[in-house]
């Protein structure tokens, strides 16, 4: 079955640095374009960078443009965001998104920016 499993989630301190791995199965990856997204409480949902299905085009929201980075092994069916410089307001759940045909989602991982 169609799986995505976010993990590198965690604690970190504010400038700090973490990097998300999305591991994807029971679907063609290399023909989806992922993204991922995430939520704070209370607040809505936010798209963080996306990318596309070979890898040669990449968008950022506003928010994280210069600090984040996204980038897929389509070998390895994984999805990877590099997130630098990181700011209390980043804390969130994480969700990765792959998006062709159909559109999956994954269950997210944790991200908390504190002191």
């Known amino acids: 079955q169609v799986q995505l499993v976010e993990s590198g989630g965690g604690l970190v301190q504010p400038g700090g640095s973490l990097r998300l791995s999305c591991a994807a199965s029971?679907?063609?990856?290399?023909?989806?374009?992922m993204s991922w997204y995430r939520q704070a409480p209370g607040k809505e949902r936010e798209l963080v960078a996306m990318?596309?299905?070979?890898?040669?085009?990449?968008n950022y929201g506003d928010s994280v443009k210069g600090r984040f980075t996204i980038s897929r092994d389509n070998a390895k069916n994984t999805v990877y965001l590099q997130m630098n410089s990181l700011k209390r307001e980043d804390t969130a759940v994480y969700r990765c998104n792959g998006r062709a045909y159909f559109s999956y989602w994954g269950q997210g991982t944790q991200v908390t920016v504190s002191s």
């Open positions: 990318i596309t299905s070979d890898g040669g085009s990449t």
């Open positions: 029971g679907f063609t990856f290399s023909r989806y374009t």
